[in-house]
């Protein structure tokens, strides 16, 4: 058939197994159902491969001084296991990080109970294999922000999602 990849009777390929062939897939490796050209459509992230790292483009929030990841970050957690689905070999570092409210003892405790959380919803929720986590508390030690004003201490509390292996 013109136009139409041929196979000599072998499967067509699809190595993402979401139903786009490779040959018209634009991302070939992420899985996108129902997509036109195979490639995610995420509100809450970008994967930057140059960077290392899958970066939110929101917050995840917790409740006040616990772990206790709040409701509306349920999606931006549901897309980064997706984004991991869709990418089987990578492996992923979770870093929790906080401001430098409290003391530095107390902070790391909080920044690392939080990468677990995290770790353990992505795992129960999101189906991504334990093995392919890592999670890590590095408290106020990284701040991003001065944690001189209440914008900046809340840039300092965040969670980032490195790429440990591709």
Known sequence: VPGIPQ????????????GILDTVDKCPDQAAPGTLDGCP???HIVINLEKKMI???ETIHFATGKARILPNSFPILDEVS????GNEKIEVRIEGHTDSQGSAVYNLKLSKSRADAVMRYMVRKGGVSRGRLRALGLGESSPIAPNTTGEGRALNRRVEFHITKQ
Do not use: S, T
């Open 82 to 85: 997706k984004v991991m689905e």
């Open 55 to 57: 970066e939110l483009k």
């Open 7 to 18: 196979f000599d009777g072998c499967e067509p390929p699809d190595r993402d197994k979401d």
């Open 41 to 43: 459509q995420f509100k």
